[in-house]
């Protein structure tokens, strides 16, 4: 059984501000369809094929037509069906534009269609623009957390590189510590020696000379041998070189 084609009136109460708007765009185009205006004792408004005069087989009154109220529509069989056809074009054009579609021809690898509508079976998407989405979505996921992942490998980084900076500053600082204590271990060194030779080692001669004449004085020969010099000089220069190089550090540390 064939199909029941759909009548006028159907046909334009079904998505009827779609519809309205339709109309009054081919009417400005005046391609298949224009406004007419006919005096019969009053002025009558109506829509009508542009070439005025055929049979019309289809009739539609509209209540309140945008501008001009009150009007009828008349068509026949073979504008009907034009109509119907540009307004398929007319709603798919508008749809576009409303979510801002492009029409662009690009010819696709046919591996790259196949995997398009594997997606599209695997995902149930309803057609290939909805899998190319699909695509991108995932793909700009991935970006975005590689993008996440890259800057938290920068913030890392720069915690590193501020704690590498803090411990060149530190070892910087110990290196200074460790050549101003060579320093003045040099200095020290230094002065020591110039102490002993030109303070100590004078000092310790004098006072070697005085004791050998004050202690072995009275000894005679025969006793000379049994005297322990060793002994002697230690017991009586102890002190003195004692007190000599604790007063030679307490003017180093000072003068330091």
Same mark, same amino acid.
């Given at each position: 059984?064939?199909?029941?084609?759909?009548?006028?009136?159907?046909?334009?109460?079904?998505?009827?501000?779609?519809? @309205?708007?339709?109309?009054?765009?081919?009417? /400005? %185009? *005046?391609?298949? $369809?224009?406004?007419?205006?006919?005096? +019969?004792?009053?002025?009558?408004?109506?829509?009508?094929?542009?070439?005025?005069?055929?049979?019309?087989?289809?009739?539609?009154?509209?209540?309140?037509?945008?501008?001009?109220?009150?009007?009828?529509?008349?068509?026949?069989?073979?504008?009907?069906?034009?109509?119907?056809?540009?307004?398929?074009?007319?709603?798919?054009?508008?749809?576009?534009?409303?979510?801002?579609?492009?029409?662009?021809?690009?010819?696709?690898?046919?591996?790259?269609?196949?995997?398009?509508?594997? @997606?599209?079976?695997?995902?149930?998407?309803? /057609? %290939? *623009?909805?899998? $190319?989405?699909?695509?991108?979505?995932? +793909?700009?996921?991935?970006?975005?957390?590689?993008?996440?992942?890259?800057?938290?490998?920068?913030?890392?980084?720069?915690?590193?590189?501020?704690?590498?900076?803090?411990?060149?500053?530190?070892?910087?600082?110990?290196?200074?510590?460790?050549?101003?204590?060579?320093?003045?271990?040099?200095?020290?060194?230094?002065?020591?020696?110039?102490?002993?030779?030109?303070?100590?080692?004078?000092?310790?001669?004098?006072?070697?000379?005085?004791?050998?004449?004050?202690?072995?004085?009275?000894?005679?020969?025969?006793?000379?041998? /049994?005297?322990?010099?060793?002994?002697?000089?230690?017991?009586?220069?102890?002190?003195?070189?004692?007190?000599?190089?604790?007063?030679?550090?307490?003017?180093?540390?000072?003068?330091?």
């Amino acid at each position: 059984m064939a199909n029941r084609k759909m009548d006028l009136k159907t046909w334009l109460e079904k998505e009827k501000e779609l519809k @309205i708007e339709f109309l009054k765009y081919e009417i /400005s %185009l *005046q391609r298949l $369809i224009s406004r007419h205006t006919i005096d +019969n004792g009053a002025i009558e408004n109506f829509i009508a094929e542009t070439r005025f005069g055929q049979t019309y087989n289809f009739s539609y009154t509209f209540d309140n037509f945008p501008n001009l109220g009150t009007i009828s529509i008349y068509l026949s069989v073979g504008t009907f069906e034009q109509l119907k056809k540009n307004f398929r074009t007319f709603k798919f054009q508008k749809m576009n534009t409303s979510q801002n579609r492009i029409k662009k021809q690009i010819y696709l690898d046919q591996k790259v269609l196949t995997r398009l509508e594997r @997606i599209m079976t695997d995902n149930n998407l309803s /057609s %290939l *623009q909805n899998s $190319i989405n699909f695509v991108l979505d995932e +793909n700009n996921f991935q970006l975005k957390k590689k993008n996440e992942q890259i800057k938290q490998f920068s913030e890392q980084q720069k915690v590193l590189q501020e704690q590498l900076n803090q411990a060149q500053y530190q070892l910087s600082e110990n290196a200074k510590i460790i050549n101003q204590l060579q320093f003045n271990k040099w200095h020290l060194e230094n002065k020591l020696e110039t102490y002993v030779e030109a303070t100590l080692l004078p000092m310790i001669a004098t006072r070697l000379q005085e004791i050998l004449k004050k202690e072995l004085a009275p000894i005679t020969d025969q006793q000379f041998d /049994s005297v322990d010099l060793d002994k002697l000089i230690s017991k009586k220069l102890k002190s003195e070189v004692i007190g000599q190089l604790y007063y030679y550090f307490i003017s180093a540390k000072e003068s330091s």
